[in-house]
């Protein structure tokens, strides 16, 4: 049978593609005026007798979608009776309009609104009745109110569950107009919840407050930049939609989001006698105490506002130089000393393995040189500090990676990485459990100590039965890790080997001053990283015990700054000294073997090497050249490498350091929010470069 190209099944296919090719637009409530016949066209607009560009253009779907998309155009433009038309005038938007209030039995207005905004902060009119000075700041209607399209329901699933599409078929039980009913339960749906995200709240009020010379003119500080510098700002930039907004603190309990006023006004929610109410409110703190208010949301660290905590700021970031600066001189000096082909002595000072008080040998006694392969490796961590080291790694990581995203906000690639780890939702989720392993692995250490003295150092005391007063001050101070006159003496030779004063590198001991200033570091950056961490995490719970006015800012720059600093000293000191220096590149593995090879602590622990093999050589040269030609380019290449970066690091973190305070205008937040699409169309964008906005 000869096959035709026509059968059943082709011709069902073929008609049900055609269907699909024809099939209309979407259908779009009727502009019976057809006022879009011309309004819809882009480009349509003109210049004013003021001069200003008048952009005449409606996007039909945007009109339609948005809370006046029923109504004609001539419900707000009365003026104009017939088409085409001239010189519309403005729309007065508390007329009475377009809905008859059907409960009260007249037309509805937004006359109450204006009356509630002529009573505010923003009304240009003082109480006396008298114009206030530069009446072309104050906000009108439309300078809030862009007319923005209506939220999806999805959106209100995910906030409130049960709400859907499929909720509109119960209202069409009763009434029959399914495009009044869903444009109705869109409004009641939307008015239910926010019209804009606190982001879009918190980009709108800066469209003045965050001008420089509209704080001028008012007398207001930079109150959007200090915003974004809170937890509450930071968290609003990502995306929480729970975080508060401008909306929330000022026109809180209110009962209008028109009804903002002054903070010395005694009506306003943040009022010194109603802001602890405002932060007490079931949706954010509702069991925190009134001490909690004493948190300043719009604290600017300068002097003459906030001095309490300029100085606490400063002495954070005067504490971050005074350590990060001399630590990274160490660092380019080191690498200058080492490019130099300059011979270098080593000195002689062969220091005992294990400390001696009053002749008793104190310490771990485990065997601390091993033979593999022809190579002597030199135990250097146990079993138990190496489990200690790579949880404290791990957490220190984490803390870093969903802190400091937090902290450097701004900053295009931080905010990428947020997003990245998770976002809002997530990050600061995970940075409380890396917290709380930090703090475990911390109290863990202090057992640990104890443990080791008791056992290794008081016990053996004992039992020579030497324990006095005097020996037990020394056993404290013979435990490895506490610094000793003979490390400051080695730092001072150090220097002096680093600046060419002298060819004679000192002998260190098993841990150098450079270690023991990590180490310590951590004593001192834990304790507070931690607790002001607590602070924050807790404050409903601490807030009754909060003595001092504005100890929550206290807390929260003691955590940013410090944790800056232990960062520094981590990612740069410790890394560079352990793993990225050539002796050890790419990496020391005692963090994962416990032991360090022969070249190493020849080369960083002369004094411990030499008390170890017995080495009775006074002047070698340590620093001789590689072998081959290859290596020797290759070695000074890296190093030069490392110099440029490490130098260029330190110009770059003491400049973000210092103007964390004292300069911070000059990194003042200038990369406002992105518009949200959905809520603000852009219309000038979609004229110029033809949008796909109102495309069919």
Known sequence: MKKTLFTKNNLVLLTTFL???????????????????????????????????????????????????????TDCHTDIKEMPHTNAKKVDCLMQCHLDDSYRWREFSHAEVGEIMAESVHSPVDADGNLKPHQEDYPTCKTCHQDPLYRPLAFFKNVRPGVSDKIINRCLVCHDDPVYVKKFYNHFSSRMQKGRSPREVVEMCATCHEDRNFQQR????????????????????????????????????????????????????VHPDNVHLSCSNIDCHPTSDPNLADYDVHMLVDREEHAVEYYISAFFVTLTLLSFIPIMLALILDLIRSLV???????????????????????????????????????????????????????????????????????????????????????????????????????????????????????????????????????????????????????????????FITNVRPASGRFTLKEKFGYFAVFWGVPVIGISGLMLWGEELYSKYFVIKHFLNACYIAHSDEALLACIVIF??????????????????????????????????????????GEKQHASDRGGTPSGVG?????????????????????????????????????????????????????????????????K
């Open 218 to 269: 008012h007398n207001l500080s930079d109150v959007v930049y200090s915003y974004w510098e809170t937890y509450h700002g930071k968290a609003v930039f990502f995306g929480d939609e729970m975080s508060p907004d401008c909306l929330d603190c000022h026109a809180g309990f209110t009962g209008s989001v028109h009804s903002m006023h002054a903070s010395d006004d005694p009506r306003s929610s």
């Open 19 to 73: 269907c699909c090719l024809f099939a209309g637009s979407p259908v779009y409530a009727i502009d019976e005026e057809n006022c879009l016949m011309c309004h819809r066209h882009r480009g349509l607009s003109h210049i004013d007798e003021n001069g200003n560009f008048r952009l005449l253009y409606i996007s039909e779907p945007i009109y339609q979608n948005s809370p006046h998309g029923l109504f004609a155009c």
């Open 341 to 499: 082909p300059v011979k270098t002595i080593q000195e002689h000072r062969p220091t005992p393995p294990r400390p001696l008080v009053d002749g008793v040998e104190l310490g771990n006694p485990d065997p601390i040189v091993q033979e593999k392969r022809g190579k002597k490796y030199f135990y250097h961590l146990t079993l138990n500090q190496r489990f200690q080291h790579i949880v404290l790694m791990v957490a220190f990581a984490g803390l870093a990676l969903t802190g400091l995203p937090m902290k450097y906000f701004h900053v295009s690639f931080m905010e990428k990485l947020y997003y990245l780890i998770g976002g809002i939702e997530l990050a600061p989720l995970l940075h409380r459990i890396f917290a709380v392993a930090m703090i475990i692995i911390f109290a863990y250490h202090f057992i640990y100590i104890l443990s080791t003295y008791i056992t290794y150092y008081y016990i053996p005391l004992i039992k020579a039965r030497k324990c006095t007063f005097t020996n037990f001050i020394k056993s404290m101070l013979a435990l490895p890790m506490v610094p000793t006159l003979e490390d400051l003496r080695d730092a001072w030779k150090m220097n002096k080997y680093r600046l």
């Open 631 to 695: 290596a020797l380019i290759f070695r000074k290449c890296f190093q030069s490498t490392l110099l440029l970066v490490l130098i260029a690091s330190t110009g770059f973190l003491s400049w973000v350091v210092f103007n964390t305070v004292f300069g911070y205008h000059v990194i003042a937040y200038k990369k406002a929010p992105e518009q949200y699409p959905l809520t603000k169309p852009n219309f000038l964008e979609e004229v110029v470069t033809g949008g796909t906005c109102d495309k």
């Open 572 to 613: 740069l000191w410790h890394i560079y000294n352990t793993h990225l220096k050539y002796e050890n590149f790419p990496m020391g593995m005692a963090w994962l073997t416990g032991y360090k090879h022969e070249k190493e602590i020849e080369e960083g622990h002369a004094g411990y090497y030499q008390g170890l093999v």
